[in-house]
């Protein structure tokens, strides 16, 4: 989002243009021009706000400027591509929940499983095509505590597509810098943000 002092330079920027204009043009000026100066800025300021955080989800703005609102979680499954030593088959798919936290600007993510969780070091939302926008991030992940000699902090990224309009389906693939990767699928998703993995869980029952 555009800073309040990004703002007060651009305001400032067209009043100089717009005084030099009156001067050039042979009208006189005073203090009486200056007095809407801080109200227009506190205007443009909250107008920027309202529309970072709320008014670019609103059904028109969102068609217009093709932007999939993906808020809220989503619940799914990630299946890894590791193969277990001892019985020579692939990992059996692990059950996810990914909080979402968008504005026009910023998204940020935190995936939770049973074992850990992981939030976002730094994300895009870009369009690959005319249908089909793309989500990448890079994150930390954080197993618990009485995990971590089998399984470390680690780091890694992530690359989802979006399915539908409106959003349906993530679908996508990660790797690690454990040499680990895998798939990604999330298919349902609810508007609230929940912090945990088991507050997820409860709040959306359902098989997946």
Do not use: C
Not at 110 to 117: A, D, G, T, V
Not at 132 to 159: C, D, F, K, V, W
């Amino acid at each position: 989002m555009i800073s309040r002092s990004q703002i007060q330079i651009a305001i400032t920027l067209a009043v100089v243009t717009w005084a030099l204009l009156l001067l050039v043009n042979g009208v006189s000026l005073n203090s009486a021009y200056l007095k809407p100066y801080s109200i227009a800025i506190g205007v443009v300021t909250l107008s920027f706000l309202a529309y970072d955080r709320w008014l670019w989800k609103l059904p028109p703005l969102a068609r217009v400027l093709g932007k999939p609102v993906l808020g809220g979680t989503w619940k799914g499954k990630i299946r890894s591509e590791w193969i277990d030593p001892d019985t020579g088959s692939r990992a059996a798919p692990i059950e996810i929940y990914v909080a979402i936290i968008q504005t026009s600007s910023t998204i940020s993510l935190r995936l939770m499983s049973k074992e850990s969780s992981s939030n976002t070091l730094t994300s895009v939302l870009e369009k690959k095509g005319v249908l089909l926008p793309r989500l990448a991030y890079m994150y930390q992940n954080i197993p618990t505590l009485s995990l971590r000699e089998r399984s470390s902090i680690h780091h890694g990224a992530i690359i989802l597509d979006v399915h539908g309009r409106p959003a349906q389906k993530l679908v996508g693939w990660y790797w690690t810098d454990r040499s680990t990767r895998g798939e990604i699928s999330l298919d349902v998703r609810s508007k609230k943000v929940y912090s945990s993995f088991d507050e997820a869980r409860t709040a959306m029952r359902r098989p997946i």
